[in-house]
């Protein structure tokens, strides 16, 4: 049976997937990289640390619960993006592991961007993997990103990504987490800050700030900052910044379509996971495709998936 190993390492969670190709099934582990009560987020130098201990235990795993002894192909992400200058030092953990099982094994090993292996996770769980061989929009919203993606068929990457739109300041993720950290939370601040925007009594009125397509949130955080001092509720205050994203990206996506026309849309990325947010694009654009969240956050998932369609293509 044909297995394809996929690996990523990013700057918030290990992850290690298989995709049993004759099956078109997904296994997959992960965890998140820990980070001290009310920091941010980790150095590289952290990253790379906690990479090198976790991998390892999560290929072992996956190898030894599902008899996988000699896959087709291992792709790792080596890079944030598919763009001249994309780099962190934390994905060197999972290529140099890859590199060293092709070599060991004689396997093809493949490369790929974390960004291409969101959108193609994204498909998996939406069962849209056909988008491959055609025009879409893809958003990325993530701690590192929040990006409108023109995704074109591309013959030695999968797909040809173009920048439709993307934020100028702050990233959504990091508008949640800077938010949720001030509120008390514990970095990733997603979940909690979801729990607790349900439970708002009150609903604020909010402006997207859109330029050529792409976004401003820095004036999220100064907002919500503004709302804490003022003795808002805490509830309110989760719920005007989940509120605001999902405005931002609705008013991206009208650009975006504005620009190329209408074309399948498609939402990945960690952001992504939040429901109050996807509903809300959802009463605007319902033919809209999202992936379950456990293939929305950071995952090996779409890496496993570049490399099987990758192999199968060269042979």
Request: hydrophobic share 35%; proline share 4%; aromatic share 8%.
């Amino acid at each position: 049976m044909p297995d394809y190993i996929g690996i990523d390492t990013s700057n918030y969670t290990t992850s290690a997937a298989v995709y049993i190709s004759e099956e078109k099934r997904i296994v997959q582990r992960k965890k998140l990289l820990p980070v001290k009560e009310g920091e941010l987020g980790l150095r590289q130098s952290d990253a790379v640390f906690h990479h090198t201990k976790q991998l390892p235990d999560m290929i072992e795993q996956l190898c030894s619960e599902y008899h996988i002894s000699r896959p087709a192909a291992i792709t790792a992400s080596s890079r944030p993006r598919n763009i001249e200058g994309s780099y962190m030092p934390c994905f060197l953990c999972g290529e140099g592991l890859a590199r060293s099982y092709s070599a060991i094994q004689g396997v093809r090993m493949y490369t790929t961007s974390h960004q291409i292996g969101h959108i193609l996770a994204a498909l998996y769980s939406a069962e849209r993997l056909d988008l491959v061989n055609e025009r879409f929009i893809a958003f990325h919203v993530s701690g590192g990103t929040t990006d409108c993606l023109l995704c074109e068929p591309d013959s030695e990457n999968i797909m040809n990504i173009t920048e439709a739109g993307t934020s100028l300041d702050l990233k959504a993720g990091q508008a949640v987490d800077r938010t949720g950290v001030m509120l008390g939370l514990r970095f990733p601040c997603g979940i909690e800050l979801e729990k607790l925007a349900v439970n708002a009594d009150k609903l604020y009125k909010v402006k997207p700030v859109l330029k050529d397509g792409s976004c401003c949130l820095s004036g999220v955080q100064n907002k919500c900052e503004d709302m804490l001092k003022k003795g808002e509720k805490p509830e309110n205050i989760a719920r005007y910044c989940l509120d605001f994203i999902a405005e931002t990206i609705i008013a991206m996506t009208s650009s975006a379509i504005e620009k190329y026309g209408r074309l399948p849309l498609v939402f990945a990325g960690g952001v992504m996971s939040d429901k109050l947010i996807r509903d809300r694009i959802v009463s605007v654009y319902s033919g809209a495709s999202f992936a379950a969240p456990e293939f929305s956050c950071d995952n090996a998932a779409g890496v496993a998936i570049y490399g099987y369609l990758k192999h199968t293509g060269d042979k």
